[in-house]
């Protein structure tokens, strides 16, 4: 888009009644584009220009606001408003319902790093836990039948022996 620039006093300094020596002795014609002249040379083009700029800016917005918190809301239909972020990531909790949009965010116990554009965080690894009780000695392991080339889980669980097909 091109910039736009204020009107000057360059813009309107030839344009208007006022600048006529004798604005009511003119011929009739004369007189009335002198009185029109300042807003159909400078007024409405400008005007013009600025409306083409916006609506090429807008697309298929049909509103915006200011809502509390400083947030852009916009609309395509003019009922039906939503937060616009400029950049950022939409935070889902661990059900996946979003969080309200913020401009800050803050990690506990956990490292964040950006790493080629992308946000990445790690959880810390904590300290070691007591032991639990021993289980029960097993052998485990996999066996392949030779003849379909199907892999099969072995183990000993409880006294008995299982085997499952692997996946």
């Given at each position: 888009m091109k910039d736009l620039h204020k009107l000057t006093?360059?813009?309107?300094?030839?344009?208007?009644?006022?600048?006529?020596?004798?604005?009511?002795?003119l011929p009739v014609a004369e007189a009335q584009r002198a009185f029109d002249e300042l807003s159909l040379d400078v007024i409405i083009p400008k005007t013009n220009e600025v409306?083409?700029?916006v609506n090429k800016f807008s697309g298929n917005i049909e509103g915006l606001r200011l809502v509390e918190g400083n947030f852009i809301e916009a609309s395509?239909?003019?009922?039906?408003?939503?937060?616009?972020?400029a950049m950022g990531h939409?935070?889902?909790?661990?059900?996946?319902?979003?969080?309200?949009?913020r401009f800050k965010m803050q990690f506990n116990n956990?490292?964040?790093k950006d790493v080629n554009d992308?946000?990445?965080i790690s959880g810390i690894k904590g300290d070691k836990g007591d032991t639990g009780d021993k289980g029960q000695?097993?052998?485990?392991?996999?066996?392949?039948d030779d003849t379909t080339g199907t892999l099969y889980h072995l183990g000993?669980?409880?006294?008995?022996?299982?085997?499952?097909?692997?996946i």
């Open positions: 006093q360059e813009d309107y300094s030839t344009k208007g009644i006022r600048v006529k020596p004798n604005p009511l002795g409306i083409d700029a395509t239909d003019g009922a039906t408003y939503e937060k616009i972020s939409k935070i889902l909790d661990t059900n996946g319902i979003e969080m309200p949009a956990c490292e964040v992308v946000t990445v000695d097993g052998y485990s392991g996999v066996i392949k000993v669980q409880d006294g008995l022996l299982y085997i499952e097909e692997a």
